[in-house]
């Protein structure tokens, strides 16, 4: 990757090429014809993340280690006189700190509502769908003086998903350049250059760049209002002109700051920061005085402050007045001084070097200060604040205030009625926030357009088109699969831990996940959408969360804010003991879905059949965390009238929501949840895809986990593709889960759970819940099989058909010398163990000691 500074043969970066003059006309001319494919594509927002990321990254530790790539950067930002090192560090730690991908996240979340605002999503309660668009072709035209702007206005036209040219000034050193040309270097997906140009191009040639607006669908121009005037001239009709003109901004004091010394120097360092260059700088402060006595006193101790301070924040070299802002200084003192001695109504106070300034002055009116550590006091009651500022409302920017808590909105309220678009704390006027608002408007909302799409009804069951999308791959090469131990061993980010699960312990030990609260939402939203495919009606279903809460267990929480999102109604019941309770609150409050574990379910209609029987109202169940067997899907459909049995998630404690049914996936066949993972199913044996229609190795990579990222995990869970389309139309690829290749236990030979379920299915035609229990005596292992009395064949012709269709069971069991002992038990429902925490049943009950 190249830092240096671009060659003056080539200044002009086009799509990931250095072009001369001629090149960059003819790119120009040929426009018209390639634009079209160019807007056809989506900025890959991915990319984009990962290599600001990348750059944010090399910038911060580089400036660290004083690298010689950082020392390019260092070296082209002082090539302009006003910016010394100091200076120049400052500028690239503050577009590192914007660059960061947490910062670009968060500014898409406040701006544009999510990480996927180009995807239409259905608006709740509505059949339409709704979504942000980039405007198209965005050119921005930044100033010379800051600039970090013109890089970062790129971002945020890349953000907003457009085609961006950077019309740079050709009098500055080619900082953009620089760096827009490191973040196309670092993007390792190549996927980026197509959407970032910049052009050095002499305003006085900006004839040479008639092809360019004339395409243009928005420009974002920077400068006063005749510079605005001059580019909207050439926007076409219809291009949306953004512009970030001058603001003025001012500061004000209560009556009870007034001797408040750390308030005064405060304002003091706002008004030396940076020559009060920036729209932020206060150029007045108003201050709650009753006269003018009173204000001139304050301004005389106000200057003592200011002078203090001031020495204390030398100028950096290049940062003097010129010839012409001297000449405005000096007029503006010269003037006060002036009104002093005909009216008494000013005053000023000048260090005897003239390093700064304070001119009072006994009309509230704003004024515009000659900047350089100048600043203006005036007087200003509460009741004079909107009339006062009113005249200058569309230039008005920041009001820094400094009032006593109990007076802080009914002044804030004032100020920003006046027109002011932000309040400060004074003394960091010039700061501000990651996401925030600029000049009062989103530039992502500023840079973008609000699409909507009316649909038909075939898609009432779809949330997002991107359901409708085939998924894109976003492994990074060499990415090394991930196993439990893996997982476990992953160090969580402390700043983004923030919500702590454990699973249930059905399989093991229970273990601990970790999201931040934007992945947890991220992965709700999405497990709602797979819950609404799979037939939840917001509109008209009345549900009952049966899952099971507490002692850190993610189950009823989960589907808590899975049906908020939905904004369905719902009975937050949890799978309590009190059976007779569920089926009192279901029957008086007329509720016609249940959502649980299939062994609390099972229980829930055995114990209450006869009045759940006679009610007759529930007409839909979700189940989650386990199989529900075909045998108990019958006995819902024919004896309780439920019209629709499906899974409500199917998801794993480590990687979150994993897939979810439509109504043609039977049995356990299940779609991809594509909104947020993506999945390889791997071969059994060997680390490559597994062929088609075989069973493999389910891998899933989380796409919303910032907080341990989960790439390329195996779950423990087999399963294989379903070929074909589903006639759902989704894009989503289905799987079939064929269970855990983790179920395996040792008594002392290796045997697996699933091999017993699927042998007394399969030859004995049994579907209910199968349970073992593994003990010792002695040498000797101990292997008893649970099944459900009434339900199952009896014990021995139970055994018999595991013992027959299972060579090494057998083997064990049979020999001369048995190494195991087989036993099978019929029992009640209730009789089976079940996880306290989750209701879950408990496949494997290992009694030994080790």
């Not at 983790?742 to 399969?762: K, Q």
């Amino acid at each position: 990757m190249s830092w240096q500074r671009p060659d003056p043969a080539t200044p002009h970066l086009w799509q990931g090429e250095w072009l001369d003059d001629a090149a960059l006309d003819t790119r120009l001319a040929a426009l018209v014809e390639a634009l079209p494919a160019d807007l056809a594509r989506p900025v890959p927002q991915e990319a984009l993340l990962r290599a600001a990321d990348a750059l944010s990254t090399r910038i911060a530790e580089g400036a660290g280690r004083d690298e010689d790539t950082v020392a390019a950067l260092l070296a082209t930002l002082q090539e302009d006189p006003a910016t010394d090192e100091s200076d120049a560090r400052g500028m690239l730690a503050t577009l590192a700190a914007h660059l960061a991908r947490e910062a670009l996240e968060t500014k898409l979340r406040r701006e544009l509502g999510g990480l996927e605002p180009h995807t239409p999503r259905r608006i709740d309660g509505d059949d339409a769908f709704e979504a942000w668009a980039p405007l198209g072709l965005l050119v921005h035209v930044a100033p010379g003086n800051v600039p970090t702007v013109a890089p970062l206005s790129v971002i945020e036209g890349l953000l907003a998903g457009n085609l961006n040219v950077l019309k740079a000034s050709s009098h500055v050193p080619p900082f953009a350049q620089q760096i827009l040309a490191a973040l196309v270097a670092l993007d390792d997906s190549g996927t980026l250059a197509p959407f970032i140009s910049v052009v050095a191009v002499p305003s006085r040639e900006i004839d040479r760049l008639a092809p360019l607006f004339a395409l243009a669908d928005g420009i974002a121009v920077w400068g006063g209002e005749a510079a605005v005037a001059a580019i909207a001239d050439l926007a076409p009709a219809g291009c949306r002109v953004v512009d970030w003109g001058h603001k003025i901004s001012f500061a004000y004091l209560a009556a009870e700051c007034l001797d408040d010394e750390a308030v005064l120097e405060a304002a003091a360092h706002d008004a030396c920061l940076i020559e009060q260059q920036a729209c932020s700088s206060p150029q007045t402060l108003y201050v709650e005085v009753a006269d003018r006595e009173a204000l001139f006193a304050f301004a005389e101790r106000f200057a003592g402050v200011l002078a203090r301070v001031s020495a204390g924040m030398p100028r950096s070299a290049g940062a003097e007045p010129g010839r012409q802002e001297w000449a405005d200084i000096t007029t503006a003192v010269l003037l006060a001084d002036l009104e002093s001695a005909y009216s008494g109504a000013t005053r000023s106070f000048v260090a005897p070097d003239r390093s700064w300034r304070v001119l009072a002055e006994d009309n509230p009116a704003l004024r515009a200060s000659p900047l350089f550590r100048t600043l203006w006091i005036k007087p200003m009651q509460p009741a004079r604040i909107v009339d006062t500022l009113r005249p200058m409302r569309r230039w008005l920017q920041t009001a820094g205030l400094a009032a006593p808590v109990a007076r802080l909105a009914g002044l804030s309220t004032r100020l920003i009625a006046a027109g002011a678009s932000r309040v400060a704390r004074i003394g960091e006027q010039l700061g501000g926030y990651v996401g925030g608002p600029h000049d009062g408007v989103y530039a992502l909302q500023r840079y973008s357009r609000r699409i909507s799409l009316e649909l038909p009804a075939a898609v009432r069951g779809v949330s997002s088109l991107a359901e409708l999308v085939p998924p894109v791959s976003p492994l990074r090469p060499g990415t090394p699969l991930l196993d439990k131990a893996g997982f476990m061993a992953l160090a969580a980010d402390p700043a983004r831990a923030q919500l702590f699960f454990r699973s249930g312990g059905s399989s093991g030990d229970p273990k601990m996940s970790v999201f931040s609260w934007a992945d947890y939402h991220a992965q709700m939203r999405a497990a709602a959408d797979g819950l609404r495919a799979a037939g939840l009606d917001p509109a008209r279903d009345r549900a009952v969360n049966l899952f099971f809460a507490g002692h850190l267990y993610g189950g009823f929480i989960s589907f808590w804010s899975i049906l908020e999102q939905l904004g369905v109604a719902q009975l937050p019941m949890s799978g309590v003991d009190d059976l007779g309770e569920v089926a009192d609150a279901i029957i008086r409050l007329k509720a016609d879905t249940l959502l649980g574990m299939p062994f609390y379910i099972d229980r829930l209609f055995t114990a209450e059949a006869e009045r759940l029987r006679a009610y007759g109202g529930i007409r839909k169940v979700f189940f989650g965390g386990e199989h529900m067997s075909a045998a108990l899907r019958r006995r819902l459909a024919e004896e309780f009238g439920v019209e629709v049995i499906r899974a409500a998630s199917y998801g794993s404690n480590d990687a979150g929501p994993l897939g979810y049914q439509c109504p043609h996936c039977e049995g356990s066949v299940y779609h991809v949840l594509t909104q947020s993972q993506y999945l390889e199913i791997l071969d059994m044996d060997e680390d490559r895809p597994a062929a088609e229609g075989e069973p493999g190795r389910l891998v899933f990579t989380s796409l919303h986990r910032a907080s341990v990222p989960v790439e390329r995990y195996e779950i423990g869970d087999m399963g294989r593709a379903v070929p074909g389309p589903c006639p759902c139309g989704r894009a989503a690829p289905r799987f079939e889960l064929l269970g855990r290749y983790g179920d395996l236990f040792r008594a002392p030979a290796f045997f697996n759970y699933s091999r017993f379920v699927r042998t007394l299915a399969e030859e004995g035609g049994y579907a209910g819940p199968v349970q073992l229990e593994i003990g010792e005596d002695g040498r000797l292992s101990r292997i008893k099989v649970r099944l459900l009395d009434g339900a199952a064949p009896p014990a021995d012709a139970a055994r018999a058909l595991l013992l027959a269709h299972d060579p090494d069971l057998r083997h064990f069991v049979e020999d001369g010398d048995p190494l195991t002992a087989l036993e099978v038990e019929l029992v009640a429902l209730e009789s089976f163990v079940a996880t306290p925490v989750t209701g879950k049943l408990k496949s494997i009950v290992d009694l030994r000691r080790n």
